[in-house]
């Protein structure tokens, strides 16, 4: 009962990282394009909330439940599938952490363009670059964890 449980909450956050990631990306990516101040600065406000109630738990919550599972099924941490994902899943993060960071900055830039009844600023379509550029590699690596958790090839 306390794998399934566990495997349970793991495939849970798993779901939620993969799922607020991509559907805040979705959103922000949507409100930019439409290039309307207001509704990108409350976009932005929402998606920086979203970021730390659901992506950061669950990124907290992924490798601890990964790696407990692992220990009750005395998987060796070097077999090749599971080495893969733990180095994805480092490349994921290691895009996340910037990508908070970028939209705090894009979140704060159309607020400011709000207040001064201006359109989005070169700066924030600088961030918003970057932080497109960064979801790429993001999503690859997360399509690939759930190839490998899937089929665990060898």
């Given at each position: 009962?306390e794998?399934?449980?566990?495997k349970?909450?793991?495939?849970?956050s798993?779901?939620?990282?993969?799922?607020?990631?991509?559907?805040?990306?979705?959103?922000?990516?949507?409100?930019v394009?439409?290039?309307d101040?207001?509704?990108?600065?409350?976009?932005?406000?929402?998606?920086?909330?979203?970021?730390?109630?659901?992506?950061?738990?669950?990124?907290?919550a992924?490798?601890?439940?990964?790696?407990?599972?692992?220990?009750?099924?005395?998987?060796?941490?070097d077999?090749?599938w599971?080495a893969?994902?733990?180095?994805?899943y480092?490349?994921?993060?290691?895009?996340?952490?910037?990508v908070v960071?970028?939209?705090?900055?894009m979140?704060?830039?159309?607020?400011?363009?709000?207040?001064?009844?201006?359109g989005?600023s070169a700066?924030?379509?600088?961030?918003?670059r970057?932080?497109?550029?960064l979801?790429?590699?993001?999503?690859?690596?997360?399509l690939?964890?759930f190839y490998?958790?899937?089929?665990?090839?060898?």
């Amino acid at each position: 009962m306390e794998y399934l449980a566990l495997k349970l909450l793991h495939i849970l956050s798993s779901t939620l990282l993969f799922g607020t990631g991509v559907g805040t990306a979705f959103y922000l990516l949507c409100v930019v394009r439409s290039g309307d101040t207001r509704i990108v600065a409350t976009v932005a406000r929402h998606v920086v909330t979203a970021d730390w109630l659901f992506t950061a738990t669950t990124a907290i919550a992924q490798p601890l439940t990964g790696w407990y599972l692992v220990r009750l099924l005395r998987i060796p941490l070097d077999t090749p599938w599971l080495a893969w994902s733990i180095a994805l899943y480092a490349v994921a993060i290691a895009c996340w952490v910037p990508v908070v960071r970028l939209q705090i900055l894009m979140r704060d830039s159309a607020a400011a363009s709000l207040r001064a009844g201006q359109g989005l600023s070169a700066e924030f379509r600088r961030y918003f670059r970057a932080w497109f550029i960064l979801g790429f590699p993001a999503l690859g690596a997360f399509l690939a964890i759930f190839y490998l958790m899937v089929f665990k090839p060898s």
